[in-house]
């Protein structure tokens, strides 16, 4: 990893806020957590281009769906199950039938609220958002890549879900890379194993192929900030060339990346598949690295599970 870790909200707040400070379109909108998004210095800038509503996402989705249509460029950003199933018709029917421009943002996203429990995890927004027609969904991996994603996710016409966490994200690029929706990124040469990975969970796969490789595993690390559209054609060359994949992400096992990638190899290069993630189960409640931990989606947990599929 490269550098000090960041919040990720603090810099999805500053990238979208600069970006907004050279397009007057752009306007915030918050349900009681403004603040915690990273847009309180926006809001004491540009008052009448920062909408506080309380909490009440359905109604603030409703909102920004008005707001697109008027030519504004509205960014919701809010805690993840909140703005995804609490308001799912909203986004279903107001900006995904309707094809809103609007940015709806799930912060604290995967297990990352940890002591609050299930009620507050967010394990099935991949799933359920991917199912909106020409809805994109994001899940930048690192500080850098949350940068360059708000960039492409403000560039983009039509509705997008940007999924952020809460804890410091390592770096993963020596640079801001470049960002296209749509496409992922070999991140690690490999050939014995390939982890295909989005999110925060992209930097334990790769301190989990490190772990690998010192015991003569070669493993391959390719890294998904687009889960849906899914890149196809990244996902159907990795499986030709390695012919093994574990898909691993914070979210449940089944429903999110992995089962984009199994439904791409089941009908384009069939090969042997393993889904990891949370196990479809209401998770447990406790601080966030133990959860890690017990879930096995830390980089010790990763390594030991894709020997597990080597082995198998």
């Known amino acids: 990893m490269k550098g000090e870790r960041k919040d990720p909200r603090k810099e999805l707040g500053a990238a979208v806020s600069a970006l907004a400070e050279q397009d007057p379109r752009i306007v915030i909108l918050s349900a009681d957590s403004g603040g915690s998004s990273g847009f309180s210095a926006f809001a004491g800038a540009h008052p009448e281009r920062y909408f506080e509503f309380g909490i009440m996402e359905q109604g603030v989705t409703g909102i920004a769906a008005g707001l697109a249509t008027t030519g504004k460029i509205p960014v919701f950003c809010a805690i993840a199950p909140f703005v995804t199933c609490r308001s799912y018709e909203m986004f279903r029917n107001d900006l995904g039938y309707m094809r809103q421009n609007v940015k709806i943002i799930g912060r604290n996203g995967g297990i990352t609220y940890s002591d609050l429990g299930a009620t507050h995890h967010s394990l099935e927004d991949y799933a359920i958002m991917r199912m909106i027609p020409g809805a994109v969904v994001l899940s930048p991996q690192s500080p850098a890549e949350i940068r360059a994603a708000a960039k492409a996710m403000l560039a983009h016409e039509g509705p997008v879900y940007m999924r952020i966490g809460n804890p410091p994200m390592p770096e993963i690029y020596d640079e801001e890379p470049d960002f296209t929706i749509g496409k992922g990124t070999v991140l690690r040469p490999g050939t014995d194993l390939a982890i295909l990975s989005t999110g925060s969970a992209t930097a334990d796969a790769l301190e989990a192929a490190e772990l690998l490789d010192a015991k003569g595993i070669s493993v391959r690390v390719v890294g998904f900030p687009t889960v849906c559209p899914i890149d196809e054609e990244l996902v159907i060359q990795t499986a030709r060339e ?36 949370i196990p479809k189960e209401y998770a447990t409640s406790g601080p966030y690295d133990d959860l890690k931990a017990y879930y096995r989606i830390d980089a010790p947990g990763i390594a030991q599970v894709a020997q597990e599929f080597l082995n198998k």
Do not use: D
């Open 242 to 277: 390695v012919g093994k994949l574990l898909t691993v992400e914070e979210h449940y096992a089944h429903g999110g990346l992995g089962t984009l990638v199994a439904e791409v190899c089941a009908e384009h290069c069939p090969v042997p598949i393993r889904m990891h993630g």
